[in-house]
């Protein structure tokens, strides 16, 4: 199956779509695997095999979502900041 070259503008939309969605599913696989403390593990081994560095694509994806909502909460005055912790630490 030949690969698409981004020569349109339909392509470039395609596979900007696809890399999010590729980034979010990545996301949420290291996710479930640090809960389980085996993501380092198998990050490093992952790396190692496919010649990728997947460990510094999650320290830089981990930073910037760290980056990306605190602006979010800065959106927040400091009492609306109290209910969404308050929100987010019940069970």
């Known amino acids: 199956m030949p690969c698409?070259?981004?020569r349109s503008?339909?392509?470039?939309?395609?596979k900007s779509k696809q890399n999010k969605w590729l980034?979010?599913?990545l996301c949420a696989i290291l996710n479930e695997l640090e809960r389980r403390d085996i993501c380092e593990i198998?990050?490093?081994?992952?790396?190692r095999n496919g010649l990728i560095g997947l460990v510094d694509f999650w320290a830089h994806h981990k930073q910037d979502?760290?980056?990306?909502?605190?602006k979010e909460l800065h959106k927040y005055s400091k009492d609306?900041?109290?209910v969404l912790?308050?929100?987010?630490?019940?069970p």
Request: no cysteine.
């Open 9 to 14: 503008i339909e392509d470039t939309d395609r």
């Open 65 to 70: 979502d760290v980056s990306r909502l605190a």
């Open 85 to 90: 912790k308050k929100l987010l630490n019940t």
């Open 42 to 47: 198998v990050l490093a081994e992952a790396s």
């Open 4 to 6: 698409y070259d981004s």
């Open 23 to 25: 980034s979010s599913a």
């Open 80 to 82: 609306e900041q109290a």
